[in-house]
């Protein structure tokens, strides 16, 4: 039987899968404008048609966003669609998270735990 090895995610399917770090996050932005627009028509009630329409969208080019074909549409137009949807539209952009190396953490822990206990003694 063979052994199978976890990695830890980086938070971006998209990197994860070996997309260059630009289109990685351009796939992950468009991806989620997507997702909301799709869950934002689940949860108005409306048919395609009628959706579409509010949208500004034709029927086809709405039924492209629900098939998840996120390629056909630019940043511009998935902003577009949620803006006519009604939906809040955010954009954050942040420094990387530094991540903290365990063996430092671990030595501070020991030298912390080391002073504490010359003090007592």
Known sequence: ?????????SGNVFLD??????EAQ??????????AIVN??????????QAAKKLGLTQPRFNQLL???IAEFS???????????????TFNIAAPKKRKDAT???LRVKKAASKKLAKAA
């Open 40 to 49: 934002w028509h689940k949860d108005s009630g409306l048919t395609q048609a």
């Open 104 to 106: 430092k953490s671990n």
């Open 17 to 22: 899968l070996g997309f260059e770090p630009q």
């Open 75 to 89: 940043h511009d137009a998935l902003v577009n669609t949620a803006a006519a949807a009604g939906l809040q539209i």
């Open 26 to 35: 351009n796939l992950l932005l468009r991806s989620r404008a997507s997702a």
């Open 1 to 9: 039987m063979s052994e199978s090895l976890i990695t830890k995610g």
């Open 67 to 69: 098939k998840g074909k």
